[in-house]
């Protein structure tokens, strides 16, 4: 079955560091989500999409940098990793509004 | 503070115990949305309410929404140790629908 997929996983890397998180969907649908989850914070917004070219701010945007060339693929971009940006990242798409989110299996990224 | 509520935040029943978890907004709900999120993995949806006095099953866990109160209830019944897991509640509170806003989840612990 088609879905979405992230990539990597899981993911080390130094503060200063540029990384890129990938989100793919099959599914075709308008809207792209990207959320950091920590402890003691729930699920917080980090960008969205509501079709290719199309993107905007969530809760907490600062330090990531999102594109939308194709309606499958939504990256985001860590320009320059901080160690409060160590968290797990989760995508997630939606087909139109009054429809659920589907999420993504996540990628872990610590930050040293 | 929060614009939507989850209670109780953990929960630790003995098999075979039913169990009710709680989500209430601060605004107008357009639509509620059931996930469960197992430790390490991504948020399976369970389950969609959209109308005033809906109801849903499936296997043992049934989820109402109450329009009036702004409220949603999710209800396991004869809980097993699949059961254990975060709930986290999704809503639609703006018209535009194309983001969920979530609460902080409900750890529930289901000991054999």
Not at chain 1, 57 to 71: A, H, I, M, Q
Not at chain 1, 100 to 105: L, N, T, V
Not at chain 2, 46 to 52: A, D, N, R, T, V
Request: net charge neutral; glycine share 8%.
């Amino acid at each position: 079955d088609a879905g979405i997929t992230q990539s990597p996983r899981y993911k080390i890397t130094e503060t200063g560091r540029q990384v890129t998180l990938m989100c793919h969907q099959t599914w075709s649908h308008s809207y792209m989500f990207w959320y950091r989850q920590d402890l003691g914070h729930g699920l917080r917004l980090i960008y969205y999409s509501a079709a290719a070219d199309i993107t905007d701010k969530g809760e907490v945007p600062d330090g990531y940098v999102v594109s939308r060339s194709k309606t499958e693929n939504f990256p985001l971009t860590l320009e320059s990793a901080t160690r409060s940006q160590t968290s797990v990242y989760f995508c997630a798409s939606r087909r139109s509004g009054a429809q659920p989110q589907h999420f993504g299996d996540g990628t872990r990224l610590s930050i040293l | 503070s929060q614009e939507l509520e989850q209670s109780p935040q953990s929960l630790i029943v003995q098999e075979g115990k039913n169990l009710t978890i709680n989500c209430t907004s601060s605004k107008t709900l357009y639509g509620l949305y059931w996930y469960k999120q197992k430790y390490g993995e991504g948020l399976i949806f369970l389950m969609m309410l959209q109308k005033g006095g809906e109801e849903k099953s499936h296997e043992k866990i049934t989820a109402k929404l109450d329009e009036k109160k702004q409220q949603s209830s999710l209800h396991i019944t004869a809980s097993q140790p699949s059961h254990a897991g975060i709930y986290l509640c999704g809503a639609d509170v703006e018209t535009s629908g194309s983001r969920l806003t979530f609460g902080e989840g409900t750890q529930l612990t289901v000991n054999p």
